[in-house]
C-alpha cells in the first residue's frame, strides 16, 4: 500500500521548495526525500547548458533531485540496495531541444552473453522509454535498450537515431547519461512521457527488472509511463491530493487519472492511483483540470471500457488546495448488438448493412483500429470487406492488399503441409522425431525421444508452449505447444531438404492456387503489412525475419477463405487423412464457448468443436497485437475468417460464432 503525507508534511515538502532553485537545490536528504516520497513517476526537468557525454556525472550537482528507480515489475525484489539498486537525475537545454539524464546503478555482478545469445532477460541491461509526443489522445512510445553491448530500438522510432548514451564502471556498480534531441521545441512548463528500466541479472540466474513508473509493456501503454515536467530554475510546487470511488466496480482494476494544467495544453500528467484509490501528485502550482479517462481492461479473458469522468477545475497553490470532489468511475456497458439468429442462415443485402453495424460496434466501443472479414456461405465467399486502420497514427486504411498477422492460425496451415508429406510417405507421423533429427538442447529430459509429429499435432508434445524443456512425456496429456510446432518444422526442413516457405509454395500455395500468404520478412510485406497494436497504440514489433510455422503467417480474410474451402471441399489430402484431420485426437475446453455439454478439442493441427449444427473446424491466433479466428460449419459449409490488429480484437473474434451462425446465447 502506498505511504502518502499527511497535511502538515506536506507543508513542510512545499515551503522547502519555495523560491528555491532546483538546479542548486541545497535542503537535507530528508526533505529530498519527501519530493519523491509520492508513489506517483513525476520528475522536474531542470535547465543545464554544460554537459558531457561521457558517463561521468561529475558535472551532475550532487544536490541535485534523485529519483529512485525501485518498481520491481518482472523478477524478483533485491535483495538489499548492494544487491541491485537504481536512480536518476535529470535536466534539459531549451537551446538544444535536448533532454539528459544522468543514472546510477548498484549492482553487485555484471552478466553478459554472447551477442548471438543476447536477449532482454538473460543479462544486465537498461532501457529508456519516451512518448515525445505526449497525446492525450495516445501517441507511439519509443523504447531504447541495450542488453548486454545490443542496441535496439522499438516502437515510434527503430534506430538510436535520437537518443546516445555513454556508461562508466564504478566501484559499486555503474553511471549512465543519456542524451535525447526532441524534435519539437522543450517549453517551460510542458511535459514529457518518459521511464526508465534497470535489468539485472545474477550469476544464479535470479532476475531483476526495476522501473521508475509502473507496469510493464510500456511501448504499447504510455500511461505506464512516469512524467517529466520541465520547469525554470525557481518553481513553486503544490500537493494534489484526492480520491477515486471505484464502488460501481465489481473487479478491482488499476484506474489512471489525468491531471492537466488550464492555461498550458502541454503540461499535464498522467498516472495509475493506489488500491484504495487515493493519489497525491506534486505539480507546479496553477490552475488544473482532473479526469478519469476512458480506458479499456481486461478481466478473465474479456475487455471492458471504463466510463470516463467529467473533468473538475481546481486551482492549485503552494499551500495545496480546495478538496475536490471523489471522481465516481464506473465500466460502459457492453454493445448489445449479437442477434438472436446468426446472420449467415437468410443472409442478403440487409444482413451486410446489419454486419457492417455489428463490425462498426466492436470497432468503436474496444478501440480496435483495423480488420479484414469473409464469411462463407454453400461453400463459397458471399462477403468480403475490410474496416479502419493499418495503424491508428497515420490512419493510412486497411484494403484489400493489406496483411495482417495471422499468429497461431499459421499451425493448421502447416499442419496441411505435413499431411500432405505423410500421404506420400516423406514424414512418419508415428516415428519418433529425434530420428529424424536430435533436438540436442532437450537432452537432459530422455523422454523426448518418445516425442512424434502426431503428438505434436495433437498437443500432447510434452513441451511446454514456448521454452526449451519437457514438462510432460509424450502423449501423456494436452499441453497446447508453439515450441513443439517449431521443431516440427525443422524436421520437416531436414527431411525435405528444402526451405520451409518453399515447401509451403510446393505442398498448399501452388496447388491450391492460394495467395497473400506470407512468413517472413520481405520489402513486398513491409509495403502492405499492418501495424499491431495494443491499447489501441501501434506495437512496433515489426515482422519476424524467418518462418515459423507456429506464429509468422501475414494473410488476409478473402484470401485465408481459400485454404478454409480447400479443406472444405477435401483437396489435396487422401479421404482417409482427412478423417484423422477433422477428428477430436485430445479433448481441450474453450472458456468462451458455451456449450459445456458438447466436445471439442485438437485434430491434427487443426480445433474441432461439436455443435447443433455439426462439427466445425476452427483456430484462433493471438500474437498479442493481432487477433484473428476462422470457424467453417462443416455439414452447413458456412462460416468466418476475422482478422484484426489489436489486442482488443478478440472481443470481436470471440463472439462470432454467435453473430454469424449460433445467434445470441443466453449466458455469455
Sequence with gaps: ????????????????????????????????????????????????????????????????????????????????????????????????NEVYIAMEISDESTVMVPPEDSFWDNQDGLELYVNEKSLKTGSPVTQYSEYGDQRNA???????????????????????????????????????????????????????????????????????????????????????????DTSQLQEPIPISIRISNVDNEKMWVQTVVDTTGNFTVPLPVGNYQIEVPTKIFELDYRFYRLAPTNPVAFTLSAEGHEPIPALEVKMLSEPDIIPANGLLHDFNEESKKHVDQIIAAYQEHYNIPGISLALIKDGKVVYHKTYGVKNSTTKVPVDEKTLFEAASITK???????????????????????????????????????????????????????????????????????????????????????????????????????????????????????????????????????????????????????????????????????SEFLEIHTESKQEFWNHPDKAEGAGLGIFIRKTDYGDTFYHGGNNGDFKCQFEVYDKLKMGYIIYTNSDTGSELTMDAWQIFVEGKQLER
Aim: proline share 5%; with cysteine.
Design 1 to 96: 500500500m502506498k505511504k502518502h503525507l499527511n497535511q502538515s508534511q506536506c507543508h513542510v515538502f512545499v515551503y522547502a521548495l519555495l523560491t528555491i532553485s532546483l538546479l542548486n537545490f541545497s535542503c537535507q536528504n530528508s526533505k529530498q526525500d519527501k519530493l519523491v516520497s509520492s508513489e506517483d513517476a513525476i520528475a522536474y526537468a531542470i535547465p543545464m547548458q554544460n554537459f558531457n557525454l561521457d558517463g561521468d556525472l561529475s558535472e551532475w550537482p550532487s544536490t541535485m533531485i534523485q529519483y529512485p528507480i525501485k518498481n520491481a515489475e518482472l523478477g524478483e525484489k533485491p535483495a538489499g540496495e548492494e544487491d541491485f539498486h537504481g536512480n536518476f537525475r535529470i535536466a534539459y537545454n531549451p537551446d538544444q
Design 154 to 244: 522499438y516502437g515510434a522510432r527503430t534506430a538510436w537515431d535520437k537518443v546516445e548514451m555513454a556508461k562508466k564502471k564504478t566501484d559499486k556498480g555503474k553511471t549512465i547519461e543519456w542524451k535525447l534531441k526532441l524534435d519539437g521545441k522543450i517549453e517551460e512548463g510542458s511535459s514529457l512521457g518518459m521511464d526508465l528500466v534497470a535489468i539485472d541479472k545474477d550469476e544464479d540466474e535470479s532476475f531483476t527488472w526495476l522501473s521508475w513508473g509502473r507496469g510493464t509493456q510500456k511501448v504499447a501503454n504510455p500511461d505506464r509511463l512516469g512524467n517529466v515536467i520541465f520547469i525554470a530554475d525557481n518553481v513553486d510546487i503544490g500537493m494534489v491530493e484526492g480520491k477515486i
Design 412 to 578: 493448421p496451415v502447416f499442419a496441411f503441409v505435413v499431411l500432405r508429406l505423410a500421404d506420400r510417405n516423406i514424414i512418419d507421423l508415428d516415428k519418433p522425431l529425434h530420428e529424424y533429427l536430435p533436438f540436442e538442447q532437450l537432452d537432459a529430459y530422455p523422454e523426448y525421444k518418445k516425442m512424434t509429429a502426431r503428438h505434436v499435432l495433437i498437443h500432447r508434445s510434452g513441451l511446454p508452449n514456448w521454452g526449451i524443456e519437457m514438462i510432460n512425456t509424450p502423449g501423456e496429456k494436452y499441453g497446447y505447444s508453439g515450441e513443439g510446432f517449431e521443431y516440427l518444422k525443422r524436421v520437416v526442413v531436414k527431411i525435405t531438404g528444402k526451405p520451409i516457405e518453399q515447401i509451403l509454395e510446393e505442398e498448399l500455395i501452388g496447388p491450391n492456387e492460394l495467395y497473400h500468404m506470407e512468413f517472413s520478412d520481405s520489402e513486398a510485406l513491409r509495403e502492405v503489412v499492418s501495424e499491431g497494436h495494443v491499447g489501441n497504440q501501434p506495437t512496433g514489433w515489426g515482422i519476424p525475419q524467418q518462418a515459423g510455422m507456429a506464429f509468422s503467417m501475414h494473410t488476409e480474410a478473402k484470401a485465408f477463405a481459400g485454404y478454409a474451402l480447400t479443406i472444405l471441399e477435401r483437396r489435396g489430402l487422401k479421404p482417409n487423412t482427412y
